[in-house]
């Protein structure tokens, strides 16, 4: 059984390295989309991962394929597209790490996914399944994702969703809201930073937010606060978990460092959602910070995805 199965978006991160001696801007290129990376993270934490998706029949697929199967991913379902390229993003990053992307996906192979192509079997048979909301952006992908979802529901699969909002990929914040919240009746567990509170839930508090969507019928949430660490809220409540210092030079992958943990740790409990105590998941959220504390002090996503060995160093040196 597989602790986490992720579907969704993988695409390359032309990450900005500075410039040559002719002044021309220079872009590393790096693996990277939400899930994708979860799926690494999951991996390289000593977790059982799959990743679901669509690249195109092209060097940059080929190089996606390589970099998920060499981290122990299973990638049986990760289809190539002969018809449409590999997704980019450029990634500009700044002094303090945050970034701003510009992406290249108007033929995108990440949004070709079909239901067709959705492993039915495979789904059910997982731990948890995540899933994220770029997905959700266009069809034919939108409802892939939606059915792979309920699949995964229906069977009583953990549903795990972290809607990581990327506006310049939406239509408008009026569609990006509609489908984002969507998504949220299959979530037993939800993500979300503290800039996407407001378009989830309508709250700019982080603790009403998280309260909100316990009320919406989500088991477990959890809003990421950067460097200040995180808030989680089950039935039981809500506390803050305090972040680690790092020295960040990219925010890339962060999120998805921390998602991954947390997801790893709440699989080795071997329980459901709503059986978690406030305290497992204050547990799971110091494990989230470490490692994404430490995916931060390293360039671009996938490439900087901690080890086991590296969050709990991290974590005992804090003590």
Known sequence: MYDVISLGEILIDFTSQGKNTDGQ??????????????????????????????????????FLRSTLESNGVDCTYLYEDKNHFTTLAFVDLKD?????????????????????????????????????????????????????????????????YDPNYRASLWKNEKTAKKEMRNALKFADMVKISEEETELLTDETDFEKAAERLIDSGVKIAVVTLGEKGAYVRTKDGGKFVEGFKANAVDCTGAGDAFWGAFLVWFAKFKKFPDEITLENA????????????LCVEKYGAIPSLPYQLNVVERIVNKK
């Open 25 to 62: 801007r220079l872009f590393a290129q790096n693996a990277g989309g939400a899930p994708a990376n979860v799926a690494v993270a999951v991996a390289r934490l000593g977790g059982d991962a799959a990743f679901i998706g669509k690249t195109g029949a092209d060097m940059h697929g080929r």
């Open 282 to 293: 204050a547990f799971f959220t110091n494990f989230g910070n470490s490692a994404g504390s």
């Open 96 to 160: 303090n790490g945050e970034r701003e992307f510009s992406f290249a996906r108007m033929h995108g192979a990440d949004k070709m996914l079909t239901k067709d192509e959705v492993p039915e079997d495979i789904i059910k048979s997982g731990r948890i399944f995540h899933f994220g909301s770029v997905s959700l952006t266009d069809e034919p992908s939108r409802s892939a994702t939606l059915y792979a979802a309920e699949c995964a529901k229906n069977a009583g699969v953990i549903v795990a």
